[in-house]
């Protein structure tokens, strides 16, 4: 019923920008965050950059002034655009909602498909 759909990865060089976006659709949709994750290989899943309804974003230091996330109003759209990309951002990128409805508030945790960015000559 609730669904996070991501787009825009793909394989580019080092140096090289990327965008990615994801959408969360679902009846009477309330959300309260959207963030990206990403989880390498071997390495354990973590928080790249979120955004908290009303605008407040942070991001991880391994990305700062690197990676811009942006999203509409509602949080049912949210971009992160990816700019001097490294070999070491090469992950599987997750878009994560905190979300509920006008009839259950919740917050509940939606995972998206993920999305393989890789970076790499």
């Known amino acids: 019923q609730v669904q996070l759909v991501e787009s825009g990865g793909g394989s580019v060089q080092p140096g090289e920008s990327l965008g990615l976006s994801c959408v969360a659709s679902?009846?009477?949709?309330?959300?309260?965050?959207m963030a990206w994750y990403r989880q390498a290989p071997g390495k354990q899943r973590e928080l790249v950059a979120g955004?908290?309804?009303?605008?407040?974003?942070n991001y991880a230091d391994s990305v700062r002034g690197r990676f811009t996330i942006s999203g509409d109003s509602a949080l049912n759209t949210v971009s992160l655009q990816m700019n001097d990309l490294k070999p070491e951002d090469t992950a599987v990128y997750y878009c994560?909602?905190?979300?509920?409805?006008?009839?259950?508030?919740?917050?509940?945790?939606?995972w998206g498909q993920g999305t393989q960015v890789t970076v790499s000559e």
């Open positions: 679902g009846s009477g949709l309330i959300v309260y965050a």
């Open positions: 994560h909602a905190e979300a509920g409805k006008s009839s259950d508030y919740g917050p509940y945790e939606y």
């Open positions: 955004m908290i309804s009303g605008g407040a974003v």
